[in-house]
């Protein structure tokens, strides 16, 4: 993270001095936060240079619980979609489309029922199963 971003972002994060044990540096914890997010990898695979993998991944779902991260993101998006240098790029793909569900297993128009099933109340003839061939 370049030091213009992190002036901008760490007005935005709660004091780390505290009660109890001294956080590891907040700075730190983004980088690992958005390697993670930038590259997809299992928390398991951070790298050392980021601290321990728990460290980032408990720090995150703190900052999502208590509105930390959703500030930063907003404060962020806001200000450079203000300046123009936030490129928007939205892809779809089925691993987030999802269809209804009475669309899974139905049976499609003019499909033949399995052998052994009852005649189709529609006609009242048996359908042909695959040893008709």
């Known amino acids: 993270m370049t030091d213009k971003a992190w002036a901008r972002i760490e007005p935005l994060l709660p004091p780390v001095a505290g ?10 914890v983004i980088n690992a936060i958005l390697w993670k997010l930038r590259t997809r990898a299992p928390w398991r695979d951070l790298p050392e240079r980021y601290g321990p993998w728990k460290t980032a991944h408990e720090r995150l779902r703190i ?20 300046v123009g240098a936030v490129e928007w790029t939205i892809s779809v793909d089925s691993s987030n489309v999802r269809a209804h569900q009475h669309s899974a297993g139905a049976r499609k128009k003019g499909d033949a029922p399995a ?12 359908s042909a199963g695959p040893e008709a061939d």
């Open 63 to 82: 900052w999502t619980a208590d509105g930390t991260w959703e500030r930063i993101l907003d404060h962020v998006v806001v200000k450079d979609d203000s």
């Open 19 to 28: 009660r109890g044990r001294h956080w590891r540096d907040h700075r730190q």
């Open 115 to 126: 052998s052994g099933s009852k005649p189709s109340p529609s006609t009242g003839k048996h």
